[in-house]
């Protein structure tokens, strides 16, 4: 099989998402001949090893993106406003993590467990805009839901790891714990509260409905993937004191009925979940999702005061699945339909 993208860069390699993309890289047979690693210059001169083979950190500012034909997009909103156009006029697949470009409605936002034909409209230089960690593992594990009978409401409560914010976020939980355990005064610099030993019901900025942009991503991007804005949906957006992996509690009205049973019937046939069933039938962050690329669906039960309700939980590694992994799955997904 011939490829014709087989040049890529990844900016933002160092950061939390993009190492989890080289991660992925040296774990699968994703093609490429060429790599180029890309950072901001705070990064620029470091060595990272790819596939037993060492990369230069190379900077955003100046790079030249007709050297590549595939550009992953790693970093921040304001960077990809600034760059991300600027690699698809060279010529480029531009897959962007980024929450910049998400609704526009000219980009296509993309789960390909869900609606890789949205891909269908992207030409050789497109961009293609990835979800936000908390929307990849909602709608995978909905999709088979919402087409065998039907989604009228989703109530939804997420409980997100400090790794979704950043390395600070990280360091600031470690800093924060030891500081409790010592009997130290607490510092706090990436949250508005401390997070160690805490839960923070507050993602991102205040909008004027009182509901955060966090818990409103859900709502746009939930409607524009499913491309039904019928659906109802109601978030709440809450930060843990863990690590890695993002969980939520989900409460689903259903257009038609479906018994539990019917439901994990689904979610076992489908190839992106694992249904946790037996003794603990439920999935944690530690256990279950952290370092997994699947999601994990558990605590499937009929709601006991709606005629339609259906409960279930969540669970995912919100670096993988719910970032990296879903955007080399669109390349992968765009390249398995252009080359021959």
């Not at 979704?164 to 976020?169: E, S």
């Not at 978030?235 to 004191?241: C, G, N, Y």
């Not at 479906?258 to 046939?269: D, H, N, S, V």
Request: hydrophobic letters at 40%.
């Amino acid at each position: 099989m011939k490829n014709k993208y087989d040049s890529i860069a990844i900016v933002g390699a160092t950061g939390l998402v993009g190492t989890t993309l080289l991660a992925l890289l040296q774990e699968t047979v994703f093609p490429f001949k060429a790599l180029h690693l890309i950072a901001s210059d705070q990064s620029v001169g470091k060595t990272l090893v790819v596939k037993d083979k060492h990369y230069l950190v190379q900077d955003l500012a100046d790079f030249d993106f007709q050297k590549t034909q595939i550009a992953f997009f790693c970093v921040s909103s304001h960077l990809s406003e600034v760059y991300a156009l600027k690699a698809v006029r060279a010529g480029n697949l531009v897959i962007d993590k980024s929450d910049h470009f998400r609704n526009h409605p000219d980009i296509p936002l993309v789960i390909p467990e869900v609606n890789a034909n949205a891909l269908l409209q992207c030409k050789k230089a497109c961009l293609i805009a990835s979800p936000n960690c908390n929307t990849i593992p909602i709608a995978i594990a909905l999709k088979p839901i919402y087409d065998a009978v039907g989604i009228k409401r989703i109530n939804v409560s997420t409980y997100q790891s400090v790794s979704g914010t950043g390395k600070r976020a990280i360091d600031e939980l470690t800093e924060q714990t030891k500081q409790i355990l010592e009997k130290r005064p607490i510092e706090f610099e990436v949250y508005p509260q401390q997070i160690a030993f805490n839960v923070l019901p507050h993602i991102d900025l205040f909008e004027e409905n009182g509901y955060t942009r966090e818990e409103m991503k859900i709502v746009w991007e939930m409607q524009k993937i499913f491309n039904d804005t019928d659906i109802a949906i109601n978030p709440t957006a809450v930060r843990v004191p863990v690590y890695y992996g993002h969980a939520a509690s989900i409460h689903l009205e259903t257009r038609d009925k479906i018994t539990a049973e019917e439901a994990m019937a689904l979610f076992a046939e489908s190839p992106a979940m694992t249904l946790m069933t037996g003794k603990h039938p439920y999935p944690t962050p530690a256990r279950d999702a952290a370092g997994k690329d699947l999601v994990f669906v558990g605590r499937v039960r009929e709601d006991i005061s709606h005629p339609t309700g259906l409960n279930l939980w969540v669970v995912t590694d919100n670096l993988r699945k719910g970032a990296a992994l879903n955007a080399l799955h669109i390349a992968t997904h765009f390249l398995s339909e252009r080359t021959s």
